[in-house]
């Protein structure tokens, strides 16, 4: 793969410079086009912006013009959202007029092949495209979201520049990853809707991001990968030099005929995606919720190859939670088992409170955690890691226990106590926290303020600690996979 090729083509379309739009309307302020152009300019972009309309002067403040070739810039990113129909002709002037005028042109609207009367209609837009010198990505998806180019087909999205590359087949879904991905703190260097993948495939997109040094991790939505074998080709030669998550929608016969509905897929059998994860490295997820909480572990804590994670100490307060938490990491893979005597020992002779467990998983009932106003936590986590040596420790909090019932500093502290005794023992173990609730609105407020706080300081936290379970598993099995290629 040459790196610089695809840092060279691509740039222009998650940066652009300029930025054509078709479809927005005169008489309906709420158009897509009329709410994409408004929501860039507030996302901060400050390029320059084409309304394409022949019969209007001026659209949402800036000047018309009426077709693509007409731009006084050449268009580094075209957002197309009329009726299909209409498209290749527009692309056809470009070609008469201007040939590689436009960059790339992200076609959103629908009625394409993923409905068969739309097939030759898509075969005729590519061939426009093509003709014209443009790329074409789409058509049938939302547009682009990418903090460094302040572009955003999305209403809300973090604005910071992250480390997480998304590509997703379907619209509605790459909305959804961003919006989750926000409230887990998830951060994006970009995330692009691919639709139909009618030109530009996702393993294009791909590439880009394994060139890109900001993106340290890549996540796929798929329903179909046309060109699979080059998909497979490129993940085998990087051997898992970044993590990649892949959520594959139409892995059942059912599936199947719904991706084909919505995409225009044919996706293959399933247990060819399961040999592609085996042979690359890349981490199949089953859900969205997997999927996101995946990308939040790998984007916050850097992968142990040398030691691939087995062994995981919990600690917090909850004993059914903790027993739970043990038997569901133990299917995973994960050993929750006690710790060695002199471990056991040194917990002992700190005199907890009765009703405290100190063997793996360390329970301790609020009470507790209480102790000097939570600061009891540091002593526990440092004998922990200095005597236990986990690859990675699991901390969970029942909200419910302690807002209301506590002095508000407990939390506090516990949290603080949890990252000095991170920074004491840098790269030792992940740490990952679980803060739970039970929705009481008190409780999630009190969680996004502590969400933040830890999502700050690099430290990643879920809802549940099932959430926590499946996400380090995956992290476990790509940690085990570059161990065994580097041994090899």
């Known amino acids: 793969m040459n790196k610089n090729k695809y840092l060279q083509d691509f740039t222009p379309f998650f940066q652009p410079r300029t930025v054509a739009v078709i479809g927005a309307s005169t008489r309906n302020p709420h158009a897509l086009p009329n709410v994409f152009m408004r929501r860039i300019r507030e996302f901060g972009f400050t390029g320059d912006i084409y309304p394409i309309n022949p019969t209007a002067a001026e659209l949402e403040g800036h000047k018309c013009y009426p077709s693509l070739a007409d731009t006084p810039k050449p268009v580094d990113y075209a957002y197309i959202g009329v009726g299909g129909g209409q498209i290749p002709a527009m692309f056809d002037a470009v070609r008469d007029k201007k040939p590689g005028h436009v960059r790339f042109a992200h076609v959103v609207s629908s009625g394409f092949a993923e409905v068969d009367e739309g097939r030759a209609l898509q075969d005729e837009l590519v061939a426009a495209a093509r003709a014209g010198g443009m790329r074409l990505v789409g058509p049938n998806c939302m547009g682009l979201y990418s903090p460094r180019g302040r572009i955003t087909f999305a209403e809300v999205g973090p604005v910071e520049l992250g480390h997480v590359g998304v590509v997703s087949q379907s619209g509605g879904l790459g909305t959804d990853i961003i919006r989750r991905g926000r409230n887990r703190g998830v951060q994006f260097s970009a995330l692009v809707t691919a639709g139909n993948c009618a030109d530009v495939t996702p393993t294009e997109f791909v590439e880009y991001f394994f060139a890109d040094e900001e993106t340290h991790v890549i996540g796929l939505y798929l329903e179909t990968a046309k060109d699979g074998r080059r998909l497979f080709e490129l993940l085998r030669q990087n051997k898992a030099a970044k993590p990649v998550v892949i959520l594959k929608g139409g892995r059942t016969q059912q599936g199947l005929a719904a991706a084909a509905s919505h995409t225009g897929s044919l996706a293959g059998d399933d247990r060819v995606w399961v040999a592609l994860s085996k042979q690359t490295g890349c981490v199949m997820v089953d859900t969205l919720d997997q999927f996101v909480d995946t990308l939040l572990l790998f ?6 190859v040398a030691h691939p994670t087995k062994r995981v100490a919990l600690f917090g307060n909850g004993g059914g939670t903790s027993v739970l938490a043990t038997d569901y990491f133990s299917r995973l893979g994960l050993d929750v088992t006690p710790f060695a005597d002199t471990t056991i020992a040194e917990l002992a002779a700190l005199k907890l409170p009765p009703g405290t467990s100190i063997t793996n998983p360390v329970d301790c009932p609020v009470g507790t955690l209480q102790q000097d106003d939570g600061r009891v936590a540091e002593k526990i986590l440092d004998i922990i890691y200095a005597s236990g040596k986990p690859d990675a420790l699991v901390m969970h909090l029942n909200l419910s226990s302690f807002v209301g019932r506590a002095k508000p500093e407990v939390l506090d502290n516990l949290m603080d106590a949890a990252l000095r005794v ?32 830890a999502v700050a300081r690099g430290v990643p936290v879920y809802d549940e600690m099932t959430n926590v379970g499946h996400a380090l598993a995956a992290l476990a099995a790509h940690e085990r996979f570059v161990h065994t290629r580097a041994r090899a």
């Open 299 to 304: 984007q916050s804590v850097k992968p142990n």
């Open 422 to 453: 991170q920074q004491k023992y840098p790269g030792q173990a992940h740490f990952m926290l679980a803060l739970r609730s039970d929705g009481e609105p008190r409780l999630e407020e009190r969680k996004r303020e502590f969400r933040a706080k």
